[in-house]
């Protein structure tokens, strides 16, 4: 029998910072729908992978002092290591520096240069000459380089176009007629009134401003530019445009893009867009889930290490990270990690409502029969058919808002169950029936009644935490069940022999585990603060290219409405001006005698109208700032090194 397909993604991460609870929790998402289809029956594909070109990738490598391809093998790994702690269980993991992903990214550029849909323009923006970058108006302070402080020009690049604005009215039907292409519904609002309507820019795909990225094959002084280049990864994994297309044909298109609530402009407009001008099926639906937060703020790669999952798995495990993560929020929505919630739902849900069935059943298993049960015919009195109804009615209540992933729902059902059960224990009273022989069977039964729950819990929790079913089976010691096994009441045999086993979630003292947590949480802030990035090596000779000399300030005064110090620094016999942004730190009196380190050979440039010929050397912390001077009497001009 050949299966229905499902094809899900993530996006492809970008490799400039390590991966954190954000990354994990848009993985995790996509890893239970993957493991939900799985169950239903659908043959499943799960991609997610790096996105490895552009010059935030290249940076970070620079910064880290490595190879660029070196980075990317390290930030791979880390993101490898990261889905495997939070048991993400993906089929292909793409990356973009891939020779096949290259191929195919060249082989969509070029068609849609040769059909006209991409053409040659000029990209305008403001551009650092020394950075070799270019910048939006919001992003230059006061008409200087955000990174180097030089001042930025506007400049034209040559650069390729893709016509996008062509592309708009198809875009705006079919988003009009497939009402679940994108979701949720708000989202879908967003990119017709704020996009659409208002229409549609034709969009830069190239650039030649930097050279880390795929080039235009047939105009190599371009490399391709983000989107058709990182987009793209969904198809051209399943082999694309390459001889081996078998699974593209079979799984294209995906039913699922799962993306984070700033890709969605890129993933409903530009992505289809493209998609149509090359002739082929649309993704099925694109899913916009919020962001996490942590005291309000994104979550980030910046940011991020504060909430470490590997600690958290370390600590309490990853089935109750991922059940925390589906169950807190509503998928869609923005959330607020805070470790207090994290604790309180695993003491509450976890240890005390789905732990404590399964220890209570088992172990009153063990106590009242010797640990094997048998259960004969025994007619239902109101509390059975009670529980019976509300566990008969979950699948049915699951199902479709598990299609429209909402997780949170999902799990509140299934809880209500395993809370209904629990309360069926208190109203039956097994403690009070043990005591009454004639009532030995009916008190079977009613344990009976609590395994069948368990078992049917076991299978629809399975997709929200992998490793907790086969501990209930094992000590409920029966065998896996499938997805429909859970409409049918009573199909646990009917004698079994049960084996107490550990507690599933330990009860955790919930004032510890908080001051720990916010301790490690603390010193990995100070630490990431503290770290200062390391620069490239670089050898004597380049070391020896700068020249430094003592300087004595002899004259110095504030320049207005900055905070920059103008000094007159005698470097021998030479009087130079420097410029400095210390007035914070310094008067111009404290500064009046002293012998600084000047950096006499940088190239003078004009801060805010005044010449500045060198710079005088400080240190700084982030909080305050020293001026470097020599530690006893010499003259200016000596030089230093
Ligand atoms: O955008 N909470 O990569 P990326 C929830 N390479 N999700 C978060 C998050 C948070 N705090 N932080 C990040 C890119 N994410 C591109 C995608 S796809 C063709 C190219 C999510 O590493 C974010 O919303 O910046 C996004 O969906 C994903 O992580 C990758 O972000």
Redesign the pocket.
């Known amino acids: 029998m050949k299966l229905e397909t499902f094809y899900i993604t ?5 490799s ?1 910072g390590r991966p ?4 994990a ?2 993985s995790i998402a996509s890893d239970v729908m993957a493991r939900y289809k799985k169950a239903r029956g659908f043959e499943v594909k799960f991609l997610t992978g790096n ?1 490895e070109f552009g010059q935030k990738n290249e940076e970070a490598a620079k910064e880290r002092g490595v190879s660029t391809m070196q980075h990317l093998d390290d930030m791979a790994v880390l993101f490898q290591d990261m889905a495997k702690a939070v048991d993400v269980d993906y089929d292909i993991f793409w990356r973009t520096t891939d020779e096949r992903h290259q191929r195919a990214v060249q082989t969509i550029f070029r068609t849609l240069h040769d059909k006209g849909d991409i053409y040659k323009g000029h990209y305008e923006g403001l551009y650092c000459t020394p950075c070799e970058t270019f910048y939006t108006d919001g992003q230059v302070n006061d008409g200087n380089c955000p990174d180097c402080g030089r001042a930025v020009h506007k400049m034209q690049e040559e650069a390729y176009f893709f016509r996008m604005s062509k592309y708009q009215d198809a875009l705006l039907a079919h988003i009009e007629e497939n009402p679940d292409f994108i979701m949720p519904v708000s989202r879908k609002n967003e990119m017709i009134n704020n996009f659409l309507k208002p229409g549609l820019d034709d969009l830069c795909v190239s650039r030649t401003s930097f050279k880390w990225g795929i080039p235009v094959d047939f105009d190599p002084d371009h490399v391709v530019y983000v ?1 058709v280049d ?2 793209s ?2 198809a051209n994994a399943l082999g694309f445009l390459s001889k081996n297309d078998e699974e593209y044909r079979k799984f294209w298109p995906a039913d699922i893009h ?6 969605v402009r ?2 409903t407009l530009i ?1 289809p867009a493209i998609l149509m001008a090359l002739g082929e099926p649309l993704p099925k639906q694109v899913f916009g ?5 942590s005291e309000g703020r ?4 910046s940011f ?1 290490n504060a909430i470490d999952p590997h600690m958290l798995v370390d600590r309490y495990g990853s089935d109750a990270l991922r059940y925390f993560l589906m169950r807190e929020f509503t998928f869609g929505n923005d959330g607020d990690f805070r470790n207090e919630a994290l604790l309180t739902r695993i003491n509450a849900d976890l240890a005390n409502d789905l732990g404590n069935l399964l220890s209570r059943t088992v172990g009153m298993i063990e106590k009242y029969f010797g640990g094997e049960l048998v259960v004969k015919d025994v007619p239902d009195t109101e509390f059975e058919t009670a529980l019976k109804e509300l566990v008969s009615a979950m699948p049915g209540k699951i199902e479709p808002l598990m299609d429209r992933m909402n997780f949170s729902e999902t799990l509140n059902e299934i809880w209500a169950v395993i809370r209904r059960a629990n309360k069926y224990t208190d109203e039956t009273q097994p403690w009070v029936l043990c005591k009454d022989a004639e009532k030995s069977d009916y008190l079977a039964l009613v344990l009976y009644n609590l395994a069948e729950v368990l078992r049917i819990i076991s299978v629809v929790i399975a997709p929200f935490m992998p490793k907790t079913p086969a501990e209930i089976r094992k000590q409920l010691n029966i065998e896996k069940y499938d997805w429909e096994s859970t409409k049918i009441f009573g199909l646990t045999p009917r004698e079994i022999k049960v084996q107490k086993g550990a507690a599933l979630f330990p009860r955790l003292d919930i004032q510890k585990e908080l001051a720990e947590l916010t301790a490690i949480q603390q010193s990995k802030i100070e630490q990431a603060e503290a770290a200062v990035p390391q620069k490239p090596e670089i050898t004597i000779d380049e070391f020896s290219k700068m020249d430094l000399k003592v300087g004595e300030i002899v004259a110095c005064e504030a320049m207005k409405k900055t905070k920059l110090l103008k000094s007159q620094v005698r470097i021998g016999t030479e009087v130079r001006q420097i410029v400095s942004g210390i007035s914070a730190f310094y008067t111009p009196e404290q500064m009046l005698g002293k012998k600084v380190i000047v950096v006499t050979n940088l190239k003078p440039i004009k801060l805010r109208g005044e010449i500045s010929q060198g710079m005088i050397l400080a240190a700084a912390d982030g909080t305050t700032l020293n001026l470097l001077t020599v530690d006893g009497e010499i003259e200016s001009g000596a030089t230093v090194s």
Do not use: Q, R
């Open positions: 993530t996006p492809i991460y970008y400039s954190h609870v954000g990354t929790y848009c996105d989107w990182a987009l990864n969904y799962m993306v984070g609530k700033e890709i890129f993933h992505w889930h919020g962001w996490l937060t994104k979550v980030s790669k991020g």
